[in-house]
């Protein structure tokens, strides 16, 4: 069986959820092809600039990308105040369909989900396409005609869908799509172990994506550094080097230990008592997974303030919206057992670290190909 996974290089999320699954199709012995929607099917000077204006918004105007996103979830995926957005990639898109003569499509991404169902007002005979909602909320340029199922993340988002006109039999509740190491347990003492931290003092995780600039670093570091209980903070700062730097001299005198980009997440989950995170889809799925009570903090606006009330709602993070708020909730998840056993009871009611088996077993399935 062919399998085509459509993504976008917005985010890390996107990405990693369409490699999770492009294993997880592999596993099974479908032969996948991933195809970057921007930068193959448009134009790679385009997916740079685009992206670059992207994350400019994120860092330096995040309220503008706030904005954007509410407009996005007023309008419909094909609305004329789209000015052609959606058709981006189409013919390329075409093209790629007709060369590759995929049995099924999997989109990890709204705008190739969009295009997929332009497509398909065209008349054209697609195969059985797949939406995967990659955070926890509904927003309305994720909904497209065309779509034969969406997978979305937890119960929640699926009454979201149905109650925005989804036909319920469509809309599967999988998880979001998580790599491999995060369908297993990991011993909380090995993993202290292998990252030479102390078994009898806490330990507090804090990251903010694969660029931790568009997060809030420097305000947790020192939040740790007031904490009166002996902690140990792990600050994973991602590719931005200087950001590093900073983050290092403001630890210098203190046990919190500050990496760069970091492959293991896993471990470092499983060694931690809480993460300290803005609301990022994949990193509380993957948080979820590993049964990790969070703080959620410096969230921006647009889907990861919603996904940070689904997570709030669920019971299975505190959020804090200042520095303040931020020392205030950390000190209490520090001293307080009872709170972090309840975060995790949340977590185990709405947990599916077998998201990414979960939406392989949908399209796989011989009759479940079109819903």
Known sequence: MRVLILTASYGSGHNEAARSLAAGF??????VTVVDHFRELVHPLFERASRGLYMALLRRAPVVWGAAYALGDWMPSDSP?????????????????DALAPDAVVSVHA???????????????????????????????????GIDRYCVAAEEVGR???????????????GVPLRPPFE???????????????AD????????????T????????????RQRGAVQGVIVAGRDTALVERLRRLTAATTTRVLGYADD?????????????????????????????????????????????????????????SRRELGRLLERALTEPELLEHLREGIRRVRRPDATRRIVDAVLAPHGLRA
Not at 116 to 140: N, Q, W
Not at 160 to 174: K, L, M, Q, S
Not at 214 to 225: E, K, N, Q, S, Y
């Open 81 to 97: 105040l789209a000015f052609g957005a959606t058709r981006l990639g189409v013919n390329r898109l075409a093209a790629r369909l």
């Open 184 to 198: 297993t347990a990991v011993n909380p003492a090995a993993a202290r172990r292998a990252l030479q931290l102390r």
């Open 265 to 321: 997440v896993r471990t470092l989950m499983a060694a931690a008592d809480l993460l300290v995170t803005k609301a990022g889809g994949m990193t509380l799925a993957e948080a979820m997974a590993a049964e990790l009570p969070m703080l959620l903090y410096g969230s921006l606006p647009g889907q990861e303030r919603r996904n940070e009330r689904f997570a709030s709602r669920a019971g299975v993070a505190l959020a804090a919206r």
């Open 214 to 225: 568009v997060g809030r670093l420097p305000d947790v570091a020192r939040a740790l550094g």
């Open 26 to 31: 592999v596993a099974r012995g479908a032969a």
């Open 160 to 174: 979201e869908f149905v109650a925005r006109g989804i036909p319920h039999e469509r809309v599967v509740v999988t």
């Open 201 to 212: 003092v806490p330990v507090v995780l804090v990251m903010a994506g694969s660029y931790g």
């Open 111 to 145: 705008t190739p989900a969009a295009a997929m169902s332009a497509l398909a007002a065209e008349g054209r005979r697609l195969p059985p396409h797949t939406t995967v909602v990659t955070d926890f909320v509904a927003h309305s340029q994720w909904i497209a005609r």
